[in-house]
């Protein structure tokens, strides 16, 4: 019998420090950023970093850590499920 391997979400943290300082975990990629938007991939949803003068001090990929110096203004996640249409529910 084929063994399934459940793929457990990476530990995700995200430290601020004055809305101008964040230190994250967890982070796998970064699709996006520039000084007022910066925009990461977490196993929680993507992430986007609102702000002004924004800066990524540092990214690894390896371990997923990252940090970000500027202004903070938002953060939010989008959780991206797929939807499935009405028709794909009722032709199970």
Known sequence: MAEQ???QPKPHN???NN???MSLTGV???ESFDDKTVVCYTDFGKLFVRGNGL???NMNVD???MEITGRVYS???VDEKPHRSVFSKLFK
């Open 63 to 65: 371990s997923g850590d």
């Open 19 to 21: 809305c101008e300082k």
């Open 28 to 30: 796998f990629d970064v």
């Open 75 to 77: 953060l939010s996640y």
């Open 5 to 7: 391997k459940i793929k």
């Open 14 to 16: 995200l430290i601020m």
């Open 55 to 57: 800066r990524v001090d």
